[in-house]
Each structure stands twice: as structure tokens, then as C-alpha cells.
């Protein structure tokens, strides 16, 4: 029998199991584990399952599995979490992590963790809803008309306050969510988008508020990020 060490953690209720694997071998990563750890009543239970792996240029490198075993290229709240696991080891004011097609940057802030997620690209835009791409590609609804596609994540702002955007979440791969790291700067994106220049952004998911700044070109996602349990898990 076999025990594969884990950690727990959630931003605003997206909660994730960590695996790492940058000084010990890791079980071959397929869908079925990833699942089987995902799963709520006979596994750990998680939206995504973030794997640490070792990296010459970086800090880590980073893998993100969602909870039917496809693979992720982004996950802005789960850099937050590896972000903050990796500066509370180095003691270092900021930490690389790489991922499928960026590098990204972590720090310490008064309130949390702020991860400079690299560029987000607009790929299309109509009166109902604009398309972002951020290493994941998330459609953001400011009016929900037709069918939601299944092949990106869904962004659903129901209404806006100035600053403050109020979204629902739909992620590829893991279904409803509380919140969405990625998809709050693709939220942030969307509407500077549509406003014609960028300015800092509250955004409200149903798990809690995040701040979104930065420009297109170098998106800024922070917040608060909690540690909620370690242990074994038996393979």
C-alpha cells in the first residue's frame, strides 16, 4: 500500500489539493487519479488538483489537472495558493512559476497574494459577450443569449457597480465553481474591453472578492488564499 503526500488549500472557496513532485517521484499523473483524488465522497475532494514539479529556469513548474482529469493551462487562484506555499519556503519577496505557455511572478501583499498573470489576448467580441485568452480561453456573458460553450470556461457578470462586476462561474473541466482566478482577470479584461481602457476591478463571485489591475499586457490578480489541511492519501 502506498501513500501520496498532499496539501489542501482554497482561494475564495476554489479549492485545490497539491501534489509535490520536485524531490519525490509522483505516480504516473493520469485522468484516473486526478478523479479519484477530486472526488468528494471516496477522495480528497477539490475543483483542480495543482502539481509541483521542479524547473531549471523557475522557482517550480506548475500542472493543473480540473476534477474530470483534462489538463488546464492557467489557474489564476491556484497560482495564488502555489505562490503562496513556495514564498512562505524561500522567504523571498517573489517566486517564478511556470506554466504550459508563460512564467509568472507571485508576491506578498498586505491582503493575500498578488500573481502577475502575463498577457490576455481579446479573440472575440459581440454585444453579448467578449472571448479572452490567458494560457485558458474564457467567454465572458454581459448578456446571456444562446447556448454557453463547453469548450472554454463561462464567465456570467450579472451586474455591475462602478468598479465592482458580480459574476457566476461555469470552468471547463470542474463545472460550477465558487471562483475563478482566471476567469476574474478575464472578467477584469472583458470590460476594459468594452470601456475602452484599463482600471483596477473588484470582482464578486459567489466564494468572495478578488482585485483585478494591471493592463491587457501584464494582468495583476490578487487576494487572500488559506491553507486547509495536509495529509496521505492511499493509492
Not at 477530486?38 to 477539490?46: L, M, N, P, V, Y
Request: charged share 25%; proline share 3%; aromatic share 6%.
Amino acid at each position: 500500500m502506498r501513500f501520496l503526500p498532499f496539501r489542501k488549500m482554497h482561494a475564495q472557496g476554489n479549492d485545490f489539493v497539491i501534489l509535490d513532485g520536485r524531490n519525490c517521484e509522483l505516480p504516473e499523473l493520469d485522468a484516473e487519479l486526478m478523479v479519484s483524488l477530486a472526488d468528494r465522497r471516496t477522495g480528497i475532494g477539490c475543483d483542480q488538483v495543482l502539481v509541483l514539479l521542479a524547473d531549471d529556469g523557475c522557482d517550480a513548474a506548475l500542472r493543473i489537472f480540473n476534477n474530470d482529469g483534462s489538463e488546464a493551462g492557467n489557474c489564476g487562484n491556484g497560482l495564488r495558493c502555489i505562490g503562496s506555499l513556495l514564498l512562505g519556503e524561500s522567504g523571498t519577496e517573489s517566486t517564478s512559476i511556470r506554466l504550459r505557455d508563460r512564467i509568472v511572478r507571485a508576491e506578498h501583499i498586505e491582503n493575500g497574494v498578488r500573481v502577475h498573470m502575463g498577457k490576455a489576448r481579446v479573440t472575440d467580441s459581440t454585444g453579448a459577450h467578449v472571448d479572452i485568452d490567458i494560457g485558458n480561453t474564457h467567454r465572458v456573458f454581459f448578456e446571456a443569449i444562446g447556448d454557453f460553450p463547453d469548450d472554454r470556461n463561462v464567465e456570467i457578470v450579472s451586474g455591475q457597480v462602478a468598479d465592482d462586476a458580480f459574476v457566476d462561474i461555469i470552468e471547463r473541466g470542474a463545472g460550477r465553481t465558487p471562483s475563478c482566478g482566471s476567469g476574474a482577470c478575464a472578467t477584469a479584461v472583458a470590460i476594459w474591453h468594452q470601456d475602452g481602457h484599463a482600471r483596477p476591478q473588484h470582482i464578486h463571485m459567489p466564494g468572495g472578492m478578488v482585485t483585478v489591475s494591471g493592463t491587457p499586457d501584464d494582468v495583476r490578480l490578487e487576494g487572500p488564499v488559506s491553507f486547509v489541511f495536509a495529509g496521505e492519501f492511499c493509492l
